[in-house]
């Protein structure tokens, strides 16, 4: 063969891998649009939501759920659960983890994800009256399945709308809580969450000293280190032994998240066609996202980021030991100090003051007693000033050391 024929054949051949290339890459992105259409999806918790158009802000709510279930209601196996040291079922759906997510129009500032501690004490929409944040969802959905089974519902169609109801609960107490729209919703089971760190090979972590705790099964040395699949799920869940209680515990689930972040920018897993497949199976199976968000657009986004463009907060917070009337040990909140605090942050981007969805004079005053009886002091009888806890900045840039 001759040099020019041979060189003939070799662009033929290369023409020729090219085309498979590209055909391979177009079959794998049809089949990653195929799953997400067919994703699961809440109508109700967003109603009449609809895409974000590039360049448009928006808020997010992202929701970790104590479910015993997949993302369609389907149930899952016990012995799963008792290898995640998550305890046994007690037939409630307790959100563990609540952010507020926002994604500015200017590309060049900062997203900022604002934790909610799930203890927090505040009122419940609906009239509900005063309650743990974290039993919103389950106010909502037992209130709906008492309504349908009246009605003659049963099986997984109870199942399917009661969720429902529990979402749109659960939104409309953050938006009446923080003054602002959301847009979007994301709800993610234990599950997935395992499933999500698995798929990304683990998420680097810092301790600042050992941890052991017999409740969430973490036992975890001090410094640096990556957490994979159960560990890494107690590690985020641990409450007891921790001086802070939830909110040391939020300041974990952020150092997590931040890991989780820097381990999508750093290492390209938005642009690994195949992690990027074992994501999007992820979400298929153990999340439901809000019928108008469109994952590709977000995906795309959050791939041309950097560490520090991703931020994380805690709404500000008084005494984490306020004696409640009905629901034990609870985190006081000034809602007044909640809102002033998301306007700044939301505003400070956008040069806009966030509309307030909150309805006029509902709930409680400002300082977040009970109409219902107010709260008699912390625990222990110790009474003290209720103060305002100053927010801590972690970011996506390195990974934070964390009690």
């Not at 400002?366 to 109409?371: K, P």
Request: net charge negative; glycine share 10%.
């Amino acid at each position: 063969m001759d040099a020019r024929r041979a060189l003939r054949v070799g662009v033929r051949t290369l023409v020729a891998l090219a085309s498979v290339m590209a055909l391979a890459v177009a079959g794998l992105a049809w089949s990653l649009q195929q799953q997400l259409d067919t994703a699961v999806t809440s109508r109700a918790a967003i109603p009449d939501a609809a895409p974000t158009p590039p360049g448009q802000a928006y808020n997010a709510l992202l929701v970790g759920l104590d479910a015993r279930t997949d993302a369609a209601g389907n149930p899952l196996p016990p012995e799963l659960f008792n290898a995640l040291h998550v305890g046994p079922d007690a037939g409630q759906l307790d959100t563990d983890t609540i952010i507020l997510l926002h994604v500015p129009a200017d590309p060049s500032q900062p997203a900022e994800a604002i934790s909610i501690p799930r203890d927090s004490y505040v009122p419940i929409a609906g009239g509900r009256g005063m309650h743990k944040i974290n039993s919103a969802y389950e106010a909502g959905l037992k209130s709906a399945e008492d309504t349908l089974t009246a009605q003659g519902i049963t099986g997984p169609e109870l199942d399917r709308r009661g969720r429902e109801a529990g979402r749109a609960t659960l939104v409309a107490t953050v938006e009446q809580l923080t003054g602002v729209q959301i847009d979007h919703f994301a709800e993610i089971n234990f599950v997935g969450f395992v499933q999500l760190t698995e798929a990304l090979g683990g998420v680097p972590v810092c301790l600042n000293k050992p941890v052991h705790d017999s409740y969430s099964g973490v036992d975890l040395p001090a410094g640096p280190q990556t957490v994979n699949g159960a560990t890494a799920l107690a590690f985020v869940r641990q409450r007891h032994g921790l001086q802070d209680g939830d909110l040391d515990r939020i300041a974990r689930q952020q150092a997590f998240a931040a890991g989780l972040a820097d381990r999508l920018i750093s290492t390209g897993t938005l642009t690994n066609p195949v992690r990027l497949a074992q994501l999007v199976g992820v979400v298929n199976r153990n999340v439901v996202l809000d019928d108008g968000w469109n994952v590709e657009q977000a995906l795309a986004q959050f791939a041309g980021l950097q560490g520090n463009d991703l931020r994380f907060l805690t709404i500000p917070t008084g005494r984490p030991d306020l004696r409640t009337p009905y629901d034990g040990i609870a985190i006081q909140i000034d809602q007044a100090a909640v809102r002033t605090f998301v306007r700044s942050v939301i505003a400070g981007h956008e040069g806009r003051t966030p509309t307030s969805t909150g309805p006029s004079g509902s709930g409680p005053s400002s300082s977040g007693l009970s109409a219902e009886g107010a709260p008699t002091g912390p625990a222990g009888g110790s009474r003290r000033t209720p103060t305002t806890t100053p927010p801590q900045v972690i970011t996506a840039d390195g990974i934070p050391c964390v009690n």
